[in-house]
């Protein structure tokens, strides 16, 4: 049972606009989300966090909404850039450093 | 700064060989994942240590995976016999304990090969 889910596998879109990422959990225990960005042969990089006492976190171009009711988060890129292109994994932790648990990833192309 | 430091990059062994992945994690982090990334997938955890004790390895396939930190600072994972189905991305990640944010740094990965 895939507690963290990323049910859009692809998303494209133009240099400029918004992109939008979606991100499902079914743990209600889930009180720290966080995103991450891979490129090919790189390792995950983090990108943006948020804790259940919040629904919104904004750092520059990235802000992530939080809808606990709905148990979902979604990742707001605006506006997007071609070096955005990579796959993003969203990932939930349930209390302290436990360990993160991930969804399958986006992968985003921003076409120039 | 130096992030976490992941030897070798890549690795191809035929199966039924041993494996081992080394790990050197961001300097001051006491916390030390190993993570298994299958393609398509998210990383999944294989073992975690705080300091040099493994907290958490319910997810490590113990009659062929191993993992030490004798000094609670770098880290080494073995795979010994190596089967196909070992083929992915090994990833080792590390976070500081007690400091509120969990975010953890990850290193680039050993991408396995068992032919």
């Known amino acids: 049972d895939q507690q963290v889910k990323q049910n859009s596998p692809s998303l494209s879109v133009q240099e400029g606009r918004i992109s939008i990422l979606n991100c499902d959990y079914t743990?209600?225990?889930?009180?720290?989300f966080l995103w991450y960005k891979k490129y090919p042969a790189e390792g995950p990089t983090f990108l943006i966090s948020?804790?259940?006492?919040?629904d919104k976190n904004e750092d520059g171009r990235f802000t992530v909404f939080l809808n606990k009711s709905a148990k979902h988060l979604s990742l707001h890129i605006v506006p997007s850039q071609p070096g955005d292109s990579a796959v993003y994994f969203c990932?939930?932790?349930?209390?302290?450093?436990?360990?993160?648990?991930f969804g399958k990833g986006t992968r985003l192309s921003v076409i120039a | 700064e130096a992030g976490v430091v992941q030897s070798p990059r890549y690795k191809i062994i035929e199966k039924k060989q041993p494996v081992a992945f080394w790990c050197n994690p961001i300097?001051?982090?006491?916390?030390l994942y190993w993570y298994l990334q299958n393609l398509g997938q998210g990383p999944e955890l294989l073992i975690r240590y705080e300091n040099e004790e493994a907290v958490d390895d319910s997810q490590l396939p113990k009659d062929r995976f191993s993992a030490e930190r004798l000094k609670g600072v770098d880290s080494t994972l073995k795979i010994q016999p190596a089967e196909l189905g070992d083929s992915a991305v090994y990833l080792c990640?590390?976070?500081?304990?007690?400091?509120?944010?969990?975010?953890?740094?990850f290193g680039p990965g050993t991408r396995l090969t068992v032919t």
């Open positions: 948020i804790s259940s006492i919040k």
């Open positions: 990640a590390s976070s500081l304990a007690g400091q509120g944010a969990i975010e953890q740094y």
């Open positions: 300097s001051g982090h006491n916390t």
């Open positions: 743990n209600s225990m889930f009180d720290y």
């Open positions: 990932a939930a932790s349930a209390a302290g450093n436990t360990p993160l648990v």
